[in-house]
């Protein structure tokens, strides 16, 4: 594991030199300005705030827009990654690693991928995920062995998310990963960040100052959550996890859910629901196997190992056995 220096250690924020430093540090970032025009937010009326807020969340897509040709080379890396059986691992501090957190956590019941796969990992483990751990995203070496705790490797894709860009936990995380040989990309909201220099890709999203001045669970968590999603939903959109806009590898595990995939089934095929009733049961619930049944007439005994074949992509599958 990298050596990191402690979140204890002399000259460190924990310190009067530290926090002076910090202090300078933080007044640079546009993550922790104040805007002018907001300054007497607390005298407004309740529509006016509802306005306010709004008029300032306009400007996140665009600032995620501007990032298109990063996030596209990271979703690239990332299903490349995950097509050689690596995994997909963010790492964060705070709101940014409860992002993280949410989205792997969304992947196993949308994509039907294992809990492995796609994994979030937060400073102060996961008792953070509910409560702050005091100091946890001040520990670089934290990050460090966290990364180490779980084995990464050259085969995996580490994301390292802070709206700061410059939180030790993450830093600490994307040296370990880099020293492992893993590919590392970076989700910052100030530009030329820490975390920016130290990944293979960067991305950053910068939005602004916060509507609430260095409240980051704001404008740059929903600019995370929406990078977040893209490189989790674009890298399955690559592994076949999905025909057309569909969800296929969806997996029923609650009445909402079988519900749906009788609907999908239904979407992908014209047939009606008792139709797509008895084809989703001749294969145990695999609402893939269940559209390539319907579509090309295969034996169900034999859709698992065509899809298999076509390397669970759907579409492929039809076009040979249709």
Not at 103 to 116: K, N, R
Not at 135 to 149: F, P, S, V
Not at 245 to 265: G, P, Y
């Amino acid at each position: 594991m990298t050596e990191q220096p402690d979140a204890s250690s002399p000259g460190t924020p924990d310190s009067p030199d530290g926090l002076e430093e910090l202090r300078s540090e933080l007044a640079g970032l546009q993550t922790e300005a104040a805007l002018p025009a907001l300054s007497e937010l607390d005298t407004m009326g309740t529509a006016e705030l509802v306005a306010a807020m709004n008029e300032q969340n306009r400007g996140v897509p665009a600032a995620v827009e501007q990032a298109s040709g990063e996030i596209a080379a990271v979703v690239d890396a990332v299903a490349e990654r995950l097509a050689r059986g690596g995994r997909l691992l963010y790492v964060g501090a705070g709101t940014a690693g409860r992002l993280g957190v949410l989205d792997a956590s969304e992947c196993p019941p949308t994509f039907g991928t294992p809990p492995g796969l796609v994994v979030g990992i937060i400073a102060g483990g996961t008792q953070a995920i509910q409560k702050p751990v005091e100091y946890a995203e001040d520990n670089a070496t934290a990050g460090a062995r966290d990364l180490h705790d779980i084995s990464v490797t050259e085969a995996d894709a580490v994301v390292g998310i802070s709206a700061s860009g410059r939180t030790p936990y993450v830093i600490g995380a994307l040296e370990e990963a880099r020293s492992r040989g893993a590919f590392t990309a970076s989700i910052a909201c100030n530009h030329a960040s820490p975390i920016s220099k130290l990944a293979d890709m960067a991305i950053d999203v910068v939005v602004g100052a916060e509507f609430v001045a260095g409240s980051t669970r704001l404008k740059a968590g929903t600019a995370q959550k929406l990078v977040l999603n893209m490189i989790s939903t674009l890298a399955m959109v690559k592994l076949g996890k999905t025909y057309g806009n569909l969800m296929v590898d969806l997996r029923a595990t609650n009445n909402k859910l079988l519900a749906r995939s009788q609907r999908t089934i239904q979407h992908a095929t014209g047939v009606d629901a008792e139709t797509a009733i008895r084809a989703l049961d001749s294969v145990g619930g695999s609402v893939k196997a269940a559209i390539l049944v319907v579509l090309t007439g295969i034996d169900p005994g034999q859709a698992k190992s065509a899809l298999d074949e076509a390397g669970g992509f759907l579409r492929k599958a039809i076009e040979k056995h249709g």
